[in-house]
């Protein structure tokens, strides 16, 4: 694949991350950038780079960026003599992330739980329903560290 094809196929991918994210409540800005410090070659932007590449206002950019840190999705790293700073994409281990779905799933199962609690009717539409989730959630908490020694074990 040659380069200008490769970068134009890159460019669209950062836009199908940031619908995706998009539908999981992320400003649109914010979701480009997260996308663009994925799939872009260059691993680390400055707040310059990203302002000129996403073609996007630095206010704009600003917010995002300090919403993606406090996500714990993007950092910045500064190197000695330079005052710049470079925003990346946090890669970490597996069970950092795996334990982070597992604690929000684990909240949202308190919630589910207690919905089904408060159901006037335990055996409406609604309530076997969330009944089902709430089962099939147990059930993958339950076997999350399963999975995290079967991928060490791949590893």
Same mark, same amino acid.
């Given at each position: 694949?040659?380069?200008?094809?490769?970068?134009?196929?890159?460019?669209?991918?950062?836009?199908?991350?940031?619908?995706?994210?998009?539908?999981?409540?992320?400003?649109?800005?914010?979701?480009?950038?997260?996308?663009?410090?994925?799939?872009?070659?260059?691993?680390?932007?400055?707040?310059?780079? =990203?302002? #000129?590449?996403?073609?996007?206002?630095? /206010?704009?950019? $600003?917010?995002? !960026? @300090?919403?993606?840190?406090?996500?714990?999705?993007?950092?910045?790293?500064?190197?000695?003599?330079?005052?710049?700073?470079?925003?990346?994409?946090?890669?970490?281990?597996?069970?950092?992330?795996?334990?982070?779905?597992?604690?929000?799933?684990?909240?949202?199962?308190?919630?589910?739980?207690? =919905?089904? #609690?408060?159901?006037?009717?335990?055996? /409406?539409?609604? $309530?076997?329903? !969330? @009944?089902?989730?709430?089962?099939?959630?147990?059930?993958?908490?339950?076997?999350?560290?399963?999975?995290?020694?079967?991928?060490?074990?791949?590893?």
């Amino acid at each position: 694949m040659e380069e200008v094809e490769r970068i134009k196929k890159q460019k669209e991918l950062i836009e199908q991350i940031g619908r995706e994210h998009e539908r999981e409540g992320f400003q649109p800005v914010t979701a480009r950038i997260l996308g663009l410090l994925m799939v872009m070659d260059k691993e680390e932007y400055t707040f310059e780079e =990203i302002v #000129e590449e996403m073609q996007i206002s630095k /206010s704009s950019a $600003s917010t995002a !960026l @300090k919403n993606l840190e406090i996500r714990g999705i993007v950092e910045y790293i500064t190197y000695p003599g330079d005052r710049k700073r470079y925003f990346r994409f946090v890669s970490g281990e597996i069970d950092g992330l795996i334990d982070e779905m597992e604690n929000k799933l684990k909240r949202n199962l308190v919630i589910i739980n207690q =919905i089904i #609690e408060l159901k006037k009717d335990p055996n /409406s539409r609604n $309530s076997n329903f !969330l @009944k089902t989730i709430s089962k099939g959630m147990e059930l993958f908490i339950k076997n999350l560290d399963n999975l995290k020694i079967a991928y060490k074990k791949e590893q």
